[in-house]
Each structure stands twice: as structure tokens, then as C-alpha cells.
């Protein structure tokens, strides 16, 4: 069975600065997905960041990027120049081709002023 | 594009009654997905329909049962409500353009509240 690993249950980084998330995974799968998911405080799941495992580039959308290391079952997440509205639960997620999707268990981000 | 919507917002119920709980899919979607999210911890997927077929099934009982319509909107239903069914529902709409294996992203609705008593 697949399982998705997040060691950190909480973080707090200052606005504007740098934060890395981290993720990992087990599985025996070579075609997956994997997905960052944020969770604000009015709970609805929103899409961060998409990864395909047969890509070797890392994924990046704006201020939030990926290290995808599919050898070391690796997929942080990287959120450049923070800002308030990134406050929210952060989800990790892997999903093979049934869609049957995996979620680790969150890391709750303060973005601080 | 009308995005995922789910009813109702909050639901209160009593040990061993029945609930439905709906959903929309997005527009264009064929595929929806529920997940259990209990307070503090990530979704565990329940099920997933695709063109009104279950196509996929998570470590859940068959009280958690659930339909698909032909406009691919969805009902989850629970039957004998217990304790520990008390959770954030929510449901996931993809497109599976490939066929029942396929993958691609799901996108969620803002989700419906159980809380049992």
C-alpha cells in the first residue's frame, strides 16, 4: 500500500521569506502523480502544484515550486516570497493510475507579519 | 466553469440514522471521488464514480454506499450512522479521458460537515 509521510506537523515562516515543506512517499508504482493541496481555514481543497513521476523537471506555478526526487521518494514543496493568504493546511498527496489518492496527514503553515 | 459544489454546508444526525450528502461535479467532468476528512487529519478516499459505475473503492464499509447520475453529479449516502462517521465530507471531480484507469486531476468541493450525534 501506498503512504504518503509528512514530518512536519507545523511551521511558521515570516512574509516574504522562504519556506520548504516536505513530503515523502513510498510506493512500488512507477507511473504516479503526486499533488500539493492547500486547505485554508474555510476548509475547501485547492490545487497547488501537479507533478507526473515519468517528468523529471520539477513542477513550478508562481511563487511555489517542487524538488521531485523519484529515486528518494521525495516531493517537497518550496513557497517563495510568502504572503498571508498562504496560511492554510498543506497537503501531500500521490495518486497511481485508479485514482485512488493517497494524503498525508498535513503541515499546518503560519505565514507571519 | 462552474466549479464543484456540494449540499448541504452542515449536517447534524443522531447514531444509527441515514444521510445523503450531494454533489456536483465541474463542467466537463466524468468522474467523482469521496473522501472522509476527520478533524486534524488528511481525506481517506471512500469511493469513486465513473460514468455512473463505482471505479474504485477505499477501506470503508458497505453502509458507505454511493450513485453517480447521468449529468455526473453524485450522492454519497451512509446508513447506521456511528460515533466516528462525524467528519468532513468531500467529494472530487476529475476527467478520466482514458478510460476508467486513467488519472488526471481532481478538484475539490468546499465540502459538507457530519456531525453525529
Known amino acids: 500500500a501506498q503512504t504518503v509521510t509528512q514530518s512536519q506537523p507545523e511551521m511558521s515562516v515570516q512574509e516574504a521569506e522562504t519556506v520548504t515543506l516536505s513530503c515523502t512517499y513510498d510506493t512500488s508504482e512507477n507511473n504516479y502523480y503526486l499533488f500539493w493541496y492547500k486547505q485554508p481555514p474555510s476548509r475547501q481543497m485547492i490545487l497547488v502544484i501537479r507533478q507526473e513521476a515519468y517528468k523529471q523537471q520539477n513542477a513550478t506555478e508562481n511563487r511555489f515550486s517542487v524538488n521531485f526526487q523519484k529515486a528518494a521518494k521525495s516531493f517537497s514543496l518550496k513557497i517563495s516570497d510568502s504572503q498571508l493568504g498562504d496560511t492554510a493546511m498543506y497537503f501531500c498527496a500521490f495518486m497511481k493510475s485508479n485514482n485512488d489518492m493517497r494524503f498525508g496527514a498535513g503541515t499546518r503553515l503560519t505565514v507571519k507579519p | 466553469e462552474t466549479g464543484v459544489t456540494q449540499s448541504p454546508t452542515h449536517l447534524i444526525k443522531t447514531r444509527g440514522q441515514q444521510v445523503t450528502l450531494r454533489c456536483s461535479s465541474q463542467?466537463?467532468?466524468?468522474?467523482v471521488s469521496w473522501y472522509q476528512q476527520a478533524l486534524g487529519q488528511g481525506p481517506q478516499f471512500i469511493f469513486q464514480y465513473y460514468r455512473e459505475e463505482e471505479n474504485g473503492r477505499g477501506n470503508f464499509p458497505p453502509r458507505f454506499s454511493g450513485l453517480q447520475f447521468p449529468n455526473y453529479s453524485s450522492e454519497l449516502n451512509v446508513n447506521a450512522l456511528e460515533l466516528d462517521d462525524s467528519a468532513l465530507y468531500l467529494c472530487?471531480?476529475?476527467?478520466?479521458?482514458?478510460?476508467?484507469?486513467?488519472?488526471?486531476?481532481?478538484?475539490f468541493g468546499p465540502g459538507t460537515r457530519l456531525t453525529v450525534l
Open positions: 472530487a471531480s476529475s476527467l478520466l479521458a482514458g478510460g476508467a484507469d486513467g488519472a488526471d486531476t481532481q478538484y
Open positions: 463542467s466537463g467532468h466524468n468522474t
